[in-house]
T-cell receptor
Framework: GQNIDQPTEMTATEGAIVQINCTYQ??????LFWYQQHAGEAPTFLSY????GLEEKGRFSSFLSRSKGYSYLLLKELQMKDSASYLC???????????FGRGTQLTVWP | DAMVIQNPRYQVTQFGKPVTLSCSQT?????MYWYQQKSSQAPKLLFH???????NEADTPDNFQSRRPNTSFCFLDIRSPGLGDAAMYLC?????????FGPGTRLTVT
């Protein structure tokens, strides 16, 4: 089976840094994805890691450790518009197949 | 702009009355997916098409069917909706590893 865990909720203030963790146990692995989902909207792609290490993309960075089954999404210089759910997803053994976590609801306060 | 389009955005149906949700794409992607997402839960894959090859998830109820008449269009048919089928239904496409999501159709069952 597939098991993907991430915290349910997090809060932070504008301008701060927040780290959203994700741990996974899956039968196959074809990369680790992070998606952002605003309330009532579709998920949008943020990042993809297939090798260990840190991938940086502007204010967002994502880290992967395959041996530990662990990833995190780091958001810097938080803005109000970053309030959203952040979904961790693992690529399965079938190309394109994604297994999603429940999502972490991030609230950014002024 | 190339995109994934879902119609309608909001659908209300009666208990037991068949309903069809539509998805179209201008990305010319060969893979199309249907997900069900309930409030504060992970998107759950119902089925996907790899070109014309249909792939059903083992735990997708028989009540859910799908059609893909051509590359651009994919339909989700719910033969006899129950109250438990009220959810957001997301269509996604991919050519490789990344999935592109449509805006979703929120289904209400009365």
């Amino acid at each position: 089976g597939q098991n993907i865990d991430q915290p349910t909720e997090m809060t932070a203030t504008e301008g701060a840094i927040v780290q959203i963790n994700c741990t996974y146990q899956t039968s196959g692995f074809n990369g680790l994805f992070w998606y952002q989902q605003h309330a009532g909207e579709a998920p949008t792609f943020l990042s993809y890691n297939v090798l260990d290490g840190l991938e940086e993309k502007g204010r967002f960075s994502s880290f992967l450790s395959r041996s530990k089954g662990y990833s995190y999404l780091l958001l810097k210089e938080l803005q109000m518009k970053d309030s959203a759910s952040y979904l961790c997803a693992v690529g399965g053994s079938t190309l394109g197949r994604l297994y999603f976590g429940r999502g972490t609801q991030l609230t950014v306060w002024p | 702009d190339a995109m994934v389009i879902q119609n309608p955005r909001y659908q209300v149906t009666q208990f037991g009355k068949p309903v069809t949700l539509s998805c179209s794409q201008t990305l010319n992607h060969n893979v199309m997916y249907w997900y069900q997402q309930k409030s504060s839960q992970a998107p759950k894959l119902l089925f996907h098409y790899y070109d014309k090859d249909f792939n059903n998830e083992a735990d997708t109820p028989d009540n859910f069917q799908s059609r893909r008449p051509n590359t651009s269009f994919c339909f989700l048919d719910i033969r006899s909706p129950g109250l438990g089928d009220a959810a957001m239904y997301l269509c996604a496409t991919s050519l490789g590893r990344e999935q592109y999501f449509g805006p979703g159709t929120r289904l209400t069952v009365t």
